[in-house]
């Protein structure tokens, strides 16, 4: 069991802020997932709830008790990061089981934890193996089964995927989504830059920018109803478009700013057009077609097109969206309510 509840954190490096003003509550089991550009506080966060990070003011709940001051290794919390430290000549087994042996745990117990952990991250076959006998993501999944061992009641990971190529890092995504589905009651927070991984594993994402919270959401939440111009610009993949209602063809409603997601975009005949633009390049990844666009008052679109549509540089094309996709920000990238 563990409810983590985060009021009014803030971090400084001597004069420098890092963290302003975290508030956040998470509730026994969820696997929350925190995204933000480079530098904006996610690892010193995540550092300072296992406490490898002083506190400089605010408070860190667990269960409702104060943790401000808790050793780390009396938090209950373990830690995987994104380069993981195995030990080279030890086997997996050794590996696993090498904390349990320091914290004086009897041996028949080690063994029985260890099994546990290789069996729920399919390690089974390569308990006798050392680090260097392992693709790179069995070790990442030995390091994860080091702090699997010691039942965490918070389980903190660090971009752990980082350094995996793409297939590796799809099919352990696919392992730590097992392994919370197995683990219903212990409370999860990963750090990613992967969109994917976020929008996958996440019960709710947390965005975060300039050491602060811009918006908390399920991931489906954020994608269509993003609070922010940040947000909607964080969230997807290519980014959403930000047009000036004066480059759509249709009236629309007061905004400032519209956005829309390359996606979310179709080609149509003339008459129907909501924006019209002049292909500048296109990418042809098989699945989908990325068109990137001028548009006549010289702004840039990007529109995600399925398949391998006949448009090619320099033709003219015309769009449209559904209305109900269209996303309205103020001047001060509020949203502003829901079009259609
Ligand atoms: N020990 C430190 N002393 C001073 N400044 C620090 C220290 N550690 C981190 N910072 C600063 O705090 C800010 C937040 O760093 P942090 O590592 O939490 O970012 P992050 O969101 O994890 O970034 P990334 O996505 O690149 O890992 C950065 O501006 C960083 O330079
Ligand atoms: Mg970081």
Redesign the pocket.
Known sequence: MAHLTLTGICKY?GA?P?LQDINLDVPTGEFVVFV??????????LRMIAGLESITSGELLVDGQRMNEVHPARRGVAMVFQNYALYPHMTVRGNLSYGLKIAGMPAPKIAAKVDEAAEMLQLTPYLDRRPGQLSGGQRQRVAIGRALVRDPRLFLFD?PLSNLDAALRSATRVEIARLKKAMPATTMIY?T?DQIEAMTLADRIVV?NQGRIEQVGSPLDLYHRPANRFVASFIGSPAMNFVSPDDLTQEMPEAFEIGIRPEDLRLVSEDQAQLRGMVEHCERLGEVTIAHLRLSRGGALLAKLPGNPEINGGDEIFLTSEPDRLHCFDKDGLRIGDLG
């Open positions: 490096y420098q890092v933000g550009p480079s530098g904006c506080g996610k690892s010193t966060l971009e750090v830059h975060m």
